[in-house]
């Protein structure tokens, strides 16, 4: 099986298959994490090699249901986030709940129980403390909570709670390190729900910066020292990649995209955004694609793969998987989801050769 194609070659990379799973993260050293199923492995020499590093135990009918390839999506049993601690613990989401291994252990065990709406899509560290938002459908019935670990995954509580019928649930709490007094909260979905806002750091505060609108429909964003730079997330209007000044929370449009943005990352100096084949009434988008930019400002398409012919909303939405990434190397990896011929396979992508100028 090849490896996709660019569509053209605006940054020089290069692109191979390493086998099967699904993206997860990059800690600092570049040591590599993907899952397959519930079972994490990682790779210490760029994927050449894999090691069995932790594994959710996974029994009864979920499990039963998982085994062949199309069941496994139907029921979502897949690692959804995934951070590797300061102290070695790993801690992972699974369908139904939070799993945590600690440095010298490899199976995990769960640590929170999601009982309302489904798996939060992002798991975020700051230092030792981990942050997750409800996500799921209906949460707007009653408050929607931030969950707070500070004892590095072993427990969880309730941070901070939007008030009933505020919001519809939470994409993601993204700390910014540029910023070390509060993170920043990603909300939506539809009419006055979504919304991008400022969090304090003792989890007391939250301050709007843009409210109601599909452009700060938002997911995942990369963060710059001046701006946070995303793809939007609308299933109902023209998608973006934007860039959003952090002093005054004005957007910029910078490339327009032909479907919502998932995930985002940032390969050393490349960063990274990823838009998927969602239905969207306004513009088909058949593929998801991968967008790169060397300066934050140009955006241009690396590669993209066809959604395959599964229905997508039991069998989910195609895109393209980024993991968190903390590495400053000029290469990372990349997975399918939903894609043809690309479902749960990793690529490597490589821009450490020379770059035009």
Known sequence: MACPKARWNVLNFSSRHLGAGRALYIDAAGTLYVSRGYQIYRSNDWGNTWQLDC??????WEAWVARPRLG?????????????????????????????????????????????????LVLSRDGQRLLFGEYGRHLERSEVFIYVSDDGGKTFEVGFRFPKGDIQHVHNVLVDPYRPDAYWVFVGDYGHSPGIGVLSK??????????????CR????????????????????????????????KSHK?????????????????????????PNPVVRAP?????????GDRWEPLVAVKK?????????????????????????????????????VIALIDFSQEQPS
């Not at 594994?55 to 009864?60: E, I, T």
């Not at 995209?257 to 990823?274: C, K, N, Q, T, W």
């Not at 069998?315 to 749960?344: C, M, N």
């Open 72 to 120: 496994a999506r139907l029921v979502r049993h897949c690692i959804q986030a995934f951070q590797v601690l300061p102290d070695g613990s790993r801690v992972a989401v699974a369908r139904d709940g939070l799993y945590r291994a600690a440095a010298e252990e490899t199976r995990m065990s769960r640590v929170f129980h999601v009982t309302r709406g489904s798996r939060p």
């Open 55 to 60: 594994f959710v135990p996974s029994g009864g």
């Open 308 to 344: 395959d012919r599964f229905n997508s909303y039991y069998f989910q939405f195609g895109t393209l998987v980024l993991p968190v990434a903390h590495h400053g190397q000029s290469r990372g990896i990349y997975s399918g989801q939903a894609l043809k011929g690309f479902h749960d």
């Open 218 to 249: 938002v997911l995942s964003a990369i963060v710059e020292p001046d701006c946070l730079l995303f793809g939007t997330d609308t299933d109902r209007e023209q998608n973006w990649i934007l860039r959003m000044e952090k002093s005054s929370g």
């Open 287 to 295: 593929a998801s694609a991968l967008h790169a930019s060397l300066d």
């Open 202 to 215: 003792d989890l007391r505060t939250l301050d709007w910066v843009d409210r109601g609108c599909q452009e």
């Open 254 to 278: 910078l490339l327009e995209v032909d479907a919502s943005s998932f995930y985002s990352a940032a390969f050393g100096p490349v960063r990274i955004i990823a838009t998927s084949a969602e």
